[in-house]
């Protein structure tokens, strides 16, 4: 027989055709043999074994009996009627009940004659029940050739309307594992195998398919989480190493005027050896000749900013323009007025981009970024618009990467002719098992202390109920001279209803705290941007004590002597959200809270947030919490992440795995870093296949 190409295109798959092939092609991105045969089932139904009924336990599963029908009933019920039969084996009784079809249910049912049934079994009342179950005669069940684990594919509700049922798809890859299979060759080394007691490549295929049984399928299991982990990261670690070899990076390898002066006479502060550490990984980079792509991860208050202003400096001093992006006109305007402030004794000249910004005052930017006059801009999304256009952009930053998507990066990489240096920051701690997956192609910088002198947050949690003792600690706070903030949640789904929550809680918080001893700030998302600032400014200056707010004040806003963040409805919030907020409090030298206000009922995820909130600061600890309770598809900003569409592994589950697979993948890099060794033969073509393929999303390019 003749091997079918992995590659022949799906619609010559006996069964297919053109019109299936259309369907696969737009409901499962089936477009070739190999796409089907890496379309594996999520779920199976052990039909490799047969239980006792006195071995049924309370669990809900699928099982399957060998037994007899005794005695059949119909009895009365208020609509309708059921079927009953009581089916025996030596251990015991259950019932096999119907509630439809049963006049010919009824006829075809033979008493005393071994059946096997198989069906979902229910506790009810004392005694085990099996509604609708599959019923086939032992003798015919002998004869015919059984799976013993029946695989269950992904569907789609259109291909099943299309009559592409589970069984439709079992036949297909049956026929398909049948032309192809000997065309499945080994994509790993003979010492993978054997090292890490892998099953063959094609034995795996057959058996993540139709496996054997329960131990066959753990194996295929592992041995393809394996090979996919492995790939992503040698694909990453390969793609890191070309770029570093091909893209060529401005060097700045003077430390000229600006950074020195700054350095010695202007630091408000000495750094943490976490910043000077950091600083000096970028230096390298940066002075190294290749271009600089990399994540600077710290938590809230850690100090990134004034990372960014220094290595901004270097940059200005050899000559480079700087462009520094934030997500939020708030974060921008407060960037913009912050670096001012660093920068009053030297000699930079700055401006602040925004949607808001006049368009004289554009067009005047737009004219010196162009002449070079202008060195360091500051904004928001609308530094991104075509017409903005640099001399020389030597260095990009962008800020609370989280908020941005991949295609904006992209953008910025294009605003010159060579791609400027970039340096994403981050206060969202990524887990290290998802930065391998997500950003290995990025260089990770992480700034691990806080500055000196913070005590650390102390956070409560208050049920609504509580809010007497609430108002009166905030009137003990800001007797003592510190703000308060009160952030509400507004989520898209329910923002009119959010909104009168806001202002609800606004006017009850007006009545307990009066004018003119207290004077309250609201910002909100439907504000014009100089209403936000206006009021974001009076709260900044301190002209009033408490700023009511959405979480538009989420990202960071730094107005160090507000001490008290309280967070109404905080069972809505992510945790990282939560995390967040809480991070605009503890950022003066006072003792500062978060109070998690709730409801009284509250879910387990929501419980187990604010149990994490309340146990610690630590953002890194916080962020794995989150990925084990939501999963990593749902984490802010890495829905547009190709890599994480894994086929069968699970990056929070198979965590160990991932490294592992890692280590395999730099071991084979370090030992032969074109591939070319005879025992990396197996690896070399996989890679080439996959490149050509383009399976790993560009992240940048
Ligand atoms: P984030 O990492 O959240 O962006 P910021 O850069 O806004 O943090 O810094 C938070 C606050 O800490 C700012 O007021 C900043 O001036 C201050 N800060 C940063 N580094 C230090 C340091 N080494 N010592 C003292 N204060 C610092
Ligand atoms: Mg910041």
């Given at each position: 027989m003749n091997i079918s190409p992995l590659h022949t295109p799906i619609a010559y798959l006996k069964g297919v055709g053109p019109q299936r092939a259309e369907l696969l092609q737009k409901e499962l991105s089936i477009y070739t043999y190999a796409d089907l045969l890496n379309f594996y089932p999520n779920r199976y139904?052990?039909?490799?074994?047969?239980?006792?009924?006195?071995?049924?336990?309370?669990?809900?599963?699928?099982?399957?009996?060998?037994?007899?029908?005794?005695?059949?009933?119909?009895?009365?019920?208020?609509?309708?009627?059921?079927?009953?039969?009581?089916?025996?084996?030596?251990?015991?009784?259950?019932?096999?009940?119907?509630?439809?079809?049963?006049?010919?249910?009824?006829?075809?049912?033979?008493?005393?004659?071994?059946?096997?049934?198989?069906?979902?079994?229910?506790?009810?009342?004392?005694?085990?029940?099996?509604?609708?179950?599959?019923?086939?005669?032992?003798?015919?069940?002998?004869?015919?050739?059984?799976?013993?684990?029946?695989?269950?594919?992904?569907?789609?509700?259109?291909?099943?309307?299309?009559?592409?049922?589970?069984?439709?798809?079992?036949?297909?890859?049956?026929?398909?594992?049948?032309?192809?299979?000997?065309?499945?060759t080994e994509t790993l080394p003979d010492y993978f195998v054997e090292e890490l007691n892998l099953i063959p490549k094609n034995k795996a295929v057959i058996n993540i398919h139709f496996p054997q049984s329960q131990e066959y399928l753990a194996k295929a299991q592992f041995r393809l989480k394996f090979e996919e982990l492995f790939y992503i990261q040698l694909q990453l670690l390969i793609k890191n190493k070309l770029r570093k070899q091909k893209i060529k990076g401005f060097v700045f390898e003077k430390v000229g005027e600006n950074f020195t002066n700054f350095y010695h006479n202007h630091l408000p502060f000495n750094l943490t050896n976490?910043?000077?550490?950091?600083?000096?990984?970028?230096?390298?980079?940066?002075?190294?000749?290749?271009?600089?792509?990399?994540?600077?991860q710290g938590d809230v208050g850690s100090g990134k900013t004034i990372v960014a202003l220094l290595v901004s400096l270097l940059a200005l001093d050899n000559n480079f323009q700087v462009c520094l992006m934030a997500p939020t006109e708030i974060l921008a305007t407060q960037h913009f007025h912050g670096i001012q402030e660093f920068c009053q004794h030297i000699n930079v000249s700055i401006a602040l981009l925004t949607g808001s910004s006049k368009t004289a005052e554009r067009k005047k930017i737009h004219q010196q970024l162009e002449s070079g006059e202008l060195q360091l801009l500051i904004g928001t999304h609308a530094v991104l618009e075509d017409k903005v256009k640099f001399k020389n952009l030597g260095l990009a930053i962008i800020d609370e990467q989280h908020r941005f998507g991949v295609a904006q990066r992209a953008k910025l990489w294009k605003k010159n002719h060579i791609p400027p240096h970039i340096l994403v920051?981050?206060?969202?701690p990524i887990p290290r098992t998802l930065a391998m997956s997500l950003y290995g192609d990025l260089d990770i910088s992480v700034i691990d202390e806080l500055p000196p002198?913070?005590?650390?947050?102390?956070?409560?949690?208050?049920?609504?109920?509580?809010?007497?003792?609430?108002?009166?600690?905030?009137?003990?706070?800001?007797?003592?001279?510190?703000?308060?903030?009160?952030?509400?949640?507004?989520?898209?789904?329910?923002e009119a209803l959010d909104y009168k929550d806001l202002m609800d809680g606004y006017e009850s918080i007006a009545r307990e705290f009066p004018a003119p001893k207290y004077q309250i700030s609201v910002v909100h998302g439907k504000m014009k941007a100089a209403d936000k600032d206006f009021e974001m400014n009076r709260f900044a200056a301190g002209e009033t004590?408490?700023?009511?707010?959405?979480?538009?004040?989420?990202?960071?806003?730094?107005?160090p002597n507000a001490s008290v963040m309280i967070i109404e409805s905080s069972e809505r919030f992510g945790l990282s959200q939560l995390h967040q907020l809480r991070g605009r409090v503890g950022r003066g030298a006072e003792?500062?809270?978060?109070?998690?206000?709730?409801?009284?009922?509250?879910?387990?995820?929501?419980?187990?947030?604010?149990?994490?909130?309340?146990?610690?600061?630590?953002?890194?600890?916080?962020?794995?919490?989150?990925?084990?309770?939501?999963?990593?598809?749902?984490?802010?900003?890495?829905?547009?992440?190709?890599?994480?569409?894994?086929?069968?592994?699970?990056?929070?589950?198979?965590?160990?795995?991932?490294?592992?697979?890692?280590?395999?993948?730099?071991?084979?890099?370090?030992?032969?870093?074109?591939?070319?060794?005879?025992?990396?033969?197996?690896?070399?073509?996989?890679?080439?296949?996959?490149?050509?393929?383009?399976?790993?999303?560009?992240?940048?390019?």
């Open positions: 139904i052990d039909k490799s074994k047969y239980y006792k009924i006195n071995q049924l336990q309370n669990t809900n599963s699928e099982v399957q009996i060998i037994g007899k029908i005794i005695h059949i009933k119909t009895v009365e019920q208020k609509r309708g009627k059921r079927l009953v039969a009581k089916f025996s084996d030596e251990t015991g009784s259950i019932e096999l009940v119907w509630f439809k079809g049963i006049k010919w249910i009824k006829e075809s049912l033979l008493l005393n004659k071994a059946y096997v049934v198989f069906g979902k079994i229910n506790w009810f009342n004392g005694s085990f029940s099996m509604p609708h179950p599959e019923l086939e005669l032992l003798e015919t069940h002998k004869k015919n050739i059984r799976i013993a684990m029946q695989p269950i594919y992904p569907s789609t509700e259109k291909l099943s309307k299309r009559g592409i049922s589970n069984k439709v798809i079992t036949q297909l890859i049956q026929q398909l594992l049948k032309e192809t299979h000997k065309g499945i976490a910043q000077k550490r950091v600083v000096k990984e970028i230096r390298n980079d940066v002075g190294s000749g290749a271009q600089m792509n990399r994540l600077l920051m981050t206060a969202t002198g913070r005590k650390a947050i102390q956070t409560v949690h208050r049920y609504d109920s509580n809010r007497l003792k609430v108002f009166h600690f905030m009137r003990e706070e800001i007797a003592k001279g510190r703000q308060v903030y009160i952030v509400y949640p507004l989520i898209e789904e329910s004590q408490i700023m009511i707010a959405t979480t538009v004040i989420e990202v960071g806003v730094n107005v003792q500062s809270y978060c109070i998690l206000m709730t409801g009284q009922k509250l879910s387990n995820d929501s419980k187990t947030r604010i149990q994490t909130m309340v146990e610690t600061n630590d953002g890194f600890k916080i962020a794995e919490v989150d990925l084990k309770l939501r999963g990593p598809g749902n984490l802010m900003g890495t829905q547009q992440s190709g890599v994480l569409q894994l086929k069968i592994a699970d990056i929070v589950k198979d965590n160990l795995l991932l490294a592992k697979a890692r280590e395999y993948a730099k071991r084979v890099l370090q030992k032969d870093h074109n591939l070319q060794l005879s025992e990396h033969q197996n690896i070399a073509k996989t890679y080439q296949k996959l490149n050509k393929n383009k399976t790993l999303w560009n992240f940048i390019s």
